[in-house]
């Protein structure tokens, strides 16, 4: 091949690389984008129903209730609405009354959002930006207690 | 005093960079060769200041020298010796030193074996690497200095994160720095090489082998990152598509295309062009990594305290890095000639394909990773891009990748006679797939065909490689001589494709056939889980240096036999007040048995995750293959041999030179 041909080649092979994946990327982000929601948004009805999404902010104090089972409940709040959260599983070590959380889920009819994970940081002191911004958004953001949430 | 010191040096370190930039680049460029020589003294002095200031800094946490602030903060007097000297680079300060002193010590390696660079060429690396070095040296001082003073000091200090007081956590982001930064050189060879106009198979021969060794410390880095997180994090899991996985596997990624590519342009003088972008590109992927895990704009358990100025000051230095190589790349790239001359089937045009697959894979990557980002900075909304994503996109790209990789070593360079190839694979290639399904159908489900894709994909990967090297053993007179006259580098490739299919049987197997469970015991009470049962005793208190721990008790039985007594953990740090999970397994070649411990419930009751994860190992053991490979190709006698060929030629060209 002369190098012009190869050239030619090259350029085809990555232009039908880059095209292939970029379909696949799209295809993959239509399925697989989670949106962040607070429990505002989600008292309000804006979350969607029958689709993934997060929800995050703080664990209501003495709101955690274990059943029988391995099922925990508790409540996530942003200082004005709160969303009741159901969970089948262990929670992290770090997760806290009065602290901050995100947790990755879809809502049930009855208004109860179950959760298939839940997150919490591994520093007493993180909040998570988005619960950070949520709850900023409502005025509920106590500065003291997360020193290192500076925006 | 110590800490003073530590700091001063990072100040004389930084000017010997600016030596280390100025002259030898200048000289370089005028053709001044007293200017060039400033080079190597310069680099020394500069790696010396580094090494001083690193072990001041490690003589504050041994000595717990607690009106240093960042020891205050991340270290405590009941740490043991061993974590506190792995402290250092236990958080941002430190671990940013320890970044600046890795760069100085791959400089100073540079400065060691680079006696068959010409002067004009050792100069500009050298140079390029300063330039490198100043940015970070700079960045250290003005936004993360480690030497900072606090007064009045605390009696004690906050103690380490008790997530990285672990074996593989200290010597985890050694390697993997070793791995990031070690491709610096890489990049330094390739720009120094557009700088001089002199891209030739040489260059191509010098770049070998500090990529590869950058390869291998990267390799090492992931393997060791993601074996952590298995046993560490207390959840199971070996990859979870993190952002910051993610940093370190995009370098690795567009490394690995790099190291093929580059065997191209040293062996047939082919895509220099496309080598020298790869080179600058995993750089820049590096630096990014840095700026991703350093800046705090992740949410992650590698993002330490946010602070907007250095995720700023990051990002412009990466913003002058990249663009800086890109806009030196526009302009002399166009000049490079490629005068190799090669059919369409050829090994040259299939290691092209391997760079285009690799390439991207990295840029869908890259996408997944930025792209919440992008928003988020743009106000558009708060997304993320979970695993779903990321394996979605991979495994279409990696597929393949590997099938080709199967066949490609039989390929010849220039003109490779496809048919005969055809002949002699089409076999091998059926064998390895019924071989594949047959496997997954006796052994595990008969009808699960992703199980069958990976694994007959592995077989044939594996069968590639041997039948390869096979071949070229046995144009020789007996096996013996044809192993032995083998070079290295046909060892290296060959394991270290073997190592990509002992990894993919592990990621396929494990990820298919884990039987994952969370149950409530009570003691006395057993849980059936994988053909195995997992009997609780109980749960009794156990002291450790700087925490308490609750000890759980579990026998694994096999039918009646007891093949296992598992002790997980429940750690309570005490300064940090931080509560931690030590998962705790039984490892073999074939099933790894993992139980950590949950929560307690009444009556002593705990929720309990019990694991049975078959041939997980195999991902780490094909991590291991993949070094071991690169080690062979890097003991290659021909980077010495035609290092010391070039002295002389060199030599007597300055000779020549002289009496002229």
Known sequence: ????????????????????????????????????????????????????????????????????????????????????????????????????????????????????????????????????????KSGQLPPEAYKDYQK | MIAELGHFSLVMALMMALIQAIFPLWGAHRGDYLWMSMAKPAARSQFLFLLTAFVCLATAFVTNDFSVLYVAEHSNSSLPLYYRITAVWGAHEGSMLLWAFILGLWTFAVTLFSRSLSEEMLARVLGVMALTSIGIELFILFTSNPFDRIMPAP????????????????????????????????????????????????????????????????????????????????????????????????????????????AVTEKRGAFKAWTVLLALFAFSLSLLGTFLVRSGVLTSVHAFATDPTRGLFILVFLGVVVGGSLVLYAIRAPMVKDNARF???????????????????????????????????????????????????????????????????????????????????????????????????????????????????????????????????????????????????????????????????????????????????????????????????????????????????????????????????KRFYKVQRNTMTEAAIDPSLLRDLYVALGEPMDKGAWTVRVYVKPFIRWIWLGGLFMMAGGLCSVSDRRYRLASSVRRELVGSAEVAAKRA
């Open chain 2, 155 to 262: 009696l004690d200090g906050n103690d380490m994160n008790p997530l990285l007081q672990d074996f593989g956590m200290t010597i985890h982001p050694p390697m993997l720095y070793m791995g990031y930064v070690g491709l610096s050189v890489a990049f330094s060879f390739a720009i120094a090489a557009l700088l001089g106009g002199s891209l030739d198979s040489a260059w191509a021969r010098w770049s070998r082998p500090w990529t590869l060794v950058a390869w291998i410390f990267l390799t090492f880095g992931i393997t060791l990152g993601s074996w952590w997180a298995y046993y560490e994090l207390g959840w199971g899991g070996w990859w979870f598509w993190d952002p910051v996985e993610n940093a370190s596997f995009m370098p690795w990624l567009v490394a690995t295309a790099l190291l093929h590519s580059l």
């Open chain 2, 343 to 569: 059919d369409f089937v050829s090994k040259e045009n299939l290691l092209l394909l391997n760079n285009i697959l690799l390439v991207t894979a990295s840029a869908s990557i890259l996408l997944g990773t930025l792209y919440p980002l992008v928003l988020d900075a743009l106000g558009l909304g708060k997304i993320s891009v979970g695993s779903p994503y990321f394996t979605a996109v991979f495994a279409p790209v990696m597929a393949p990748m590997f099938l080709l990789a199967g066949i490609a070593p039989m390929f010849a360079w220039r003109q490779a006679d496809i048919s005969s190839i055809f002949r002699r694979m089409w076999p091998v290639f059926v064998a390895s797939w019924i071989l594949g399904i047959g496997l997954v159908a006796v052994f595990f489900k008969a009808d699960d065909i992703k199980a069958m894709a990976g694994l007959g994909m592995a077989i044939w990967l594996a069968a590639g490689a041997s039948l390869s090297l096979y071949s070229r053993v046995s144009l020789r007179a007996n096996v013996w001589e044809g192993l032995r006259s083998q070079s290295p580098s046909v060892y290296g490739m060959t394991f270290a494709h073997l190592g990509a299919a002992v990894f993919l049987v592990g990621a396929v197997l494990s990820n298919q056939y884990s039987v994952e469970k969370i149950v409530r015991l009570a003691p006395g009470e057993s849980a059936e889980i994988g053909g195995y049962s997992f009997k609780f005793i109980g749960v009794n208190e156990v002291p450790g240096p700087n925490y308490r721990a609750k000890e759980g008790n579990f026998q694994v039985f096999k039918g009646d036999r007891q093949i296992a007594e598992l002790k997980p953990q």
């Open chain 1, 1 to 136: 091949m002369t190098p012009r041909q190869r050239r030619m080649v090259l350029v085809g092979l990555i232009l039908a690389g880059v095209a292939g994946a970029v379909f696949l990327a799209l295809t993959a982000f239509q399925k697989n984008l989670l949106y962040f929601y607070t429990p505002s948004q989600v008292a309000s009805g804006e979350a969607p129903k029958d689709y993934t999404f997060r929800v995050g902010g703080l664990v209501v104090k003495g709101s955690v209730k274990r059943s029988e089972g391995i099922a925990v409940r508790f409540d996530v709040t942003d200082g004005v609405a709160t969303v009741p959260v159901v969970f089948t599983g262990i929670l992290p070590d770090l997760f806290r009354e009065g602290q901050g959380i995100i947790s990755i889920g879809k809502m049930t009819g009855q208004g109860v959002f179950e959760a298939s994970e839940v997150l919490a940081k591994h520093d007493e002191n993180y909040m998570p930006p988005e619960v950070g911004d949520a709850l900023k």
